[in-house]
């Protein structure tokens, strides 16, 4: 049952009163001015009550599930200071947020809060990653004085969906999310594969620095790294709206694979794509398989001994070319790390993984296909050349398109001979043909796209 409710003065008492609507019927709570600081509590609380049901319901979250392909602006404050004259209340941008924390920081944040018991933390965890709750009241088997300490300091806070497109071709999902500081929002696409299931693309930077001449992205400046809360974000929104949380054991996850393909690098913001990593894959939470989750790097080839250090997360790299004059032209991190360091660095990878399973051991290396630069018969074979001592699988791209872009996509039939070649000298190959294009969701098309003006009025 769809309810929503509004704030409204009546004229003769000077109270407040809470309408809520459903289909069925229209309630009317009265409650006096001073009891505005916890209506978004008696809110939920509402919600809770008249919402239960014997059958299992789809999580409804976020306003832009209900305005597909159209740009949603979301405040991102709740300032109900017009409604009182009591001073504002803490916004929840002002608060630490609970999600994002490893298991040891809640347990240090928990230190200040008295009546914490050792294994409060514990259950925390559990609500925000396994039952999926966005309100700290919805924690219901802590204690209410541990919560109104909580809800003092503390929020559960996703960001904000800025805008939601869906294509209408093949499902692809854009989400543009918005965090703390207005300029800080960043694309993440749920791409759907066979089934229910699909993969989170999801991004580790606001911008990126690597300036990739065939990627969108590389042309939006470097703002800044983003928390390891805004990563796991990421995914938390997808599955809530497509219903994994609360986790089901055993269950089919719908979002069941998760990629670091998105705006950034994410070697150079590890400390937080390391945490984040870890609470997606905390058997006590989220419980994501390592073997479910891929880190895409450009080439940063000292990152890649840390990642072996997570022992089970799959690595891609964008290689692009098989010889450093070329590289260095249209992935310019080779400059700092030519293709034989970073080939090096991948046969330690592989070999420090030989213990975890076979997919983690195995690196893929993306290639994207640009007509006339990269796409030649030579270079198929040289590509095959170059990693015959490493196992690997080759993930062929064409070339999405993007406003101003130099360049255009290898033929269809001439990606295919290029495929060809190459497994037939050992290499496994995959072509990725484009999905998002009309939403432009594809590889190498993510950049920020919003009227930072509009933002900050």
Same mark, same amino acid.
């Given at each position: 049952m769809a309810t929503h409710s509004l704030w409204r003065q009546c004229t003769s008492s000077g109270t407040y009163h809470l309408i809520t609507h459903s289909?069925?019927?229209?309630?009317?709570?009265?409650?006096?001015?001073?009891?505005?600081?916890?209506?978004?509590?008696?809110y939920s609380s509402f919600r809770s009550e008249n919402n239960n049901s014997s059958s299992p319901r789809r999580p409804?979250?976020?306003?832009?599930?209900?305005?597909?392909?159209?740009?949603?602006?979301?405040?991102?404050?709740?300032?109900?200071?017009?409604?009182?004259?009591?001073?504002?209340?803490?916004?929840?941008?002002?608060? /630490?947020?609970?999600?994002?924390?490893?298991?040891?920081?809640?347990?240090?944040?928990?230190?200040?809060?008295? %009546?914490?018991k050792s294994y409060t933390a514990g259950q925390i965890w559990r609500f925000l990653y396994q039952r999926g709750v966005t309100s700290i009241d919805d924690m219901l088997n802590i204690p209410k004085s541990i919560k109104d300490e909580l809800n003092e300091n503390y929020t559960i806070n996703y960001g904000r969906v800025v805008s939601d497109h869906v294509s209408p071709t093949d499902g692809t999902r854009k989400l543009l999310v918005g965090f703390k500081d207005p300029k800080a929002m960043v694309e993440s696409v749920f791409i759907p594969m066979n089934g229910p299931r699909?993969?989170?693309?999801?991004?580790?930077?606001? %911008?990126?620095?690597?300036?990739?001449t065939f990627c969108h992205t590389g042309t939006? /400046?470097?703002?800044?790294?983003?928390?390891? %809360?805004?990563?796991?974000?990421?995914y938390m929104i997808p599955a809530k709206d497509y219903g994994d949380l609360p986790l089901v054991k055993n269950a089919q996850r719908n979002v069941s694979n998760i990629v670091f393909m998105g705006q950034g690098e994410p070697l150079y913001n590890w400390r937080n794509v390391k945490q984040a990593i870890e609470i997606l894959t905390d058997k006590d939470g989220i419980g994501m398989p390592k073997s479910k989750i891929t880190v895409s790097t450009s080439g940063v080839a000292p990152g890649l001994a840390k990642l072996a250090e997570l022992g089970g997360v799959s690595l891609a790299i964008s290689l692009h070319a098989t010889n450093d004059n070329l590289r260095d032209e249209i992935v310019p991190i080779n400059k700092t790390f030519p293709i034989k360091v970073l080939m090096e660095a991948c046969a330690d990878y592989a070999k420090k993984m030989e213990s975890c399973n076979r997919d983690s051991q195995r690196i893929t290396f993306e290639y994207v296909m640009l007509k006339d630069v990269n796409d030649s018969f030579q270079e198929a074979r040289?590509?095959?050349?170059?990693?015959q001592d490493i196992p690997s699988h080759v993930n062929l791209i064409p070339f999405n398109p993007w406003p101003g872009s130099q360049y255009v996509s290898s033929p269809r039939d001439h990606i295919v001979g290029f495929s060809r070649i190459i497994e037939n000298l050992g290499v496994p190959t995959t072509i990725r043909w484009p999905r998002g294009l009309d939403v432009m969701g594809a590889c190498g098309q993510l950049k920020t796209t919003y009227d930072q003006e509009k933002l900050t009025q």
């Open positions: 289909k069925s019927r229209v309630t009317s709570h009265w409650k006096p001015s001073a009891f505005l600081k916890s209506h978004i509590a008696a409804r979250t976020f306003d832009s599930t209900s305005h597909r392909n159209k740009p949603v602006t979301v405040n991102p404050h709740l300032d109900t200071a017009h409604l009182s004259n009591s001073a504002p209340p803490v916004r929840d941008w002002d608060k /630490k947020n609970l999600i994002g924390l490893s298991l040891d920081q809640l347990k240090e944040e928990l230190k200040s809060i008295s %009546g914490v699909g993969t989170q693309c999801i991004s580790s930077q606001v %911008g990126c620095s690597l300036a990739c939006q /400046k470097l703002l800044r790294n983003l928390t390891a %809360g805004e990563i796991v974000s990421q040289a590509l095959a050349d170059l990693l």
